[in-house]
């Protein structure tokens, strides 16, 4: 397929240099720098960089009440153990401390103690604009879903009164993300008239369409151009209230080449379990409980990962990764303990179909 061009906004420079104040200002500056940047907050640093403290007006009025001027320096009001963040804390955490704390600005820190950022209550409360493109697989055939599937593609099946696909959609839209590639093979062209190009959502869709089916990471191959940065794929019948723009971020964050999202399954045995050495008897475990990790059908690729997948063959993602790992790029997993259902069995459609709108969906 054939992505058209898009173009991308411009990148200023981050709000938050304008909150920088430089330890020996006045109340005056102070007040100046609390005008112009609008961010009711103010960044002491030293000549380093590091931050000193941190003034908002509050700290300049109960100065001025204490018989302070606008002359007079600010170091005494200077508030010099505020509340930081590093800058890989993720949102969630974030915002959890910022309610805690009852603070609406939190200033972003390195290891050295240098101002590397500024999170802003109003700003984490709206989605992060994501120019990173998500690739949904809706073009498998759902034969265990028959007869719904037979005059319906699996991912139009109707949850809460919309299709599944549109749900997930408008999770990653709630994120920030605009840009989808829907691959379609069975019924595919239902599916292309029900989203078209995504203006009914104020989005952008593009298609692949899969002349035979190749696999949850084949199609990928089919991307033209190729995306310059790390991308989602998802299966387009996984339910989930994952967060996509934290996984993206766990991705980059580690440096690899693909990322894929996990959950922990756990299994009882039936029975009692034997542990024997020969013939003697060692030790004994009653119904023991298994765990594994098991593919959750979310990835993030690298456009690196495009490398190892030939135009037109079928492929599916874990195959993706043993490539990915015999040219010693590294793959990782992002752990999962958001609600997740893969609906690929009747008893699964019907789980998803009880679940109440806004839960998981």
């Not at 992505?3 to 200023?12: A, G, H, I, Q, R």
């Not at 697989?137 to 549109?166: D, F, H, S, V, Y």
């Given at each position: 397929?054939?992505?058209?061009?898009?173009?991308?906004?411009?990148?200023?420079?981050?709000?938050?240099?304008?909150?920088?104040?430089?330890?020996?200002?006045?109340?005056?500056?102070?007040?100046?720098?609390?005008?112009?940047?609008?961010?009711?907050?103010?960044?002491?640093?030293?000549?380093?960089?590091?931050?000193?403290?941190?003034?908002?007006?509050?700290?300049?009025?109960?100065?001025?009440?204490r018989g302070l001027n606008l002359s007079s320096p600010v170091e005494t009001i200077i508030h010099r153990e505020p509340l930081v963040v590093p800058p890989n804390m993720g949102r969630d955490l974030v915002l959890q401390l910022m309610?805690?704390?009852?603070?609406?600005?939190?200033?972003?820190?390195?290891?050295?103690?240098?101002?590397?950022?500024?999170?802003?209550?109003?700003?984490?409360?709206?989605?992060?604009?994501?120019?990173?493109?998500?690739?949904?697989?809706?073009?498998?055939?759902?034969?265990?879903?028959?007869?719904?599937?037979?005059?319906?593609?699996?991912?139009?099946?109707?949850?809460?009164?919309?299709?599944?696909?549109?749900?997930?959609?408008?999770?990653?839209?709630?994120?920030?993300?605009?840009?989808?590639?829907?691959?379609?093979?069975?019924?595919?062209?239902m599916i292309e008239e029900y989203f078209g190009d995504g203006s009914r959502w104020n989005i952008r869709i593009d298609y692949i369409r899969e002349e035979s089916p190749l696999g949850t990471a084949g199609a990928v191959a089919l991307l033209n151009p190729q995306p310059d940065s790390p991308f989602l794929v998802t299966n387009g019948d996984v339910l989930t209230d994952v967060r996509y723009g934290e996984l993206l971020d766990f991705h980059s964050r580690h440096g690899a080449a693909a990322t894929m999202a996990v959950r922990v399954h756990e299994w009882q045995h039936p029975f009692g379990v034997v542990h024997t050495q020969g013939v003697d008897i060692v030790g004994f475990d009653e119904k023991p409980v298994a765990r594994s990790h098991i593919n959750a059908g979310i990835y993030v690729l690298d456009p690196v990962a495009l490398q190892a997948l030939t135009i037109g063959d079928r492929c599916d993602m874990p195959a993706l990764f043993e490539r990915l790992q015999q040219l010693s790029l590294r793959t990782i997993v992002y752990p999962m303990h958001e609600p997740w259902l893969d609906v690929g069995r009747p008893d699964d459609y019907k789980s998803a179909q009880a679940q109440k709108p806004g839960e998981m969906i």
């Open positions: 397929m054939e992505l058209k061009p898009e173009v991308k906004p411009s990148n200023p420079e981050a709000r938050w240099r304008s909150a920088l104040l430089p330890g020996a200002a006045t109340f005056q500056q102070a007040i100046r720098n609390l005008n112009e940047s609008g961010l009711q907050i103010a960044l002491v640093v030293a000549p380093d960089g590091a931050l000193v403290g941190t003034i908002t007006d509050g700290d300049i009025r109960r100065g001025l009440l309610k805690v704390n009852m603070v609406r600005q939190l200033p972003i820190v390195s290891a050295q103690r240098a101002v590397v950022g500024l999170h802003l209550w109003d700003e984490l409360m709206l989605p992060q604009q994501r120019l990173n493109l998500v690739v949904i697989m809706a073009g498998g055939q759902g034969t265990r879903l028959r007869p719904q599937t037979e005059n319906c593609p699996k991912p139009l099946l109707p949850i809460a009164g919309k299709p599944m696909l549109e749900h997930i959609i408008q999770r990653a839209v709630g994120e920030g993300f605009h840009h989808f590639v829907l691959a379609i093979h069975y019924l595919g062209h």
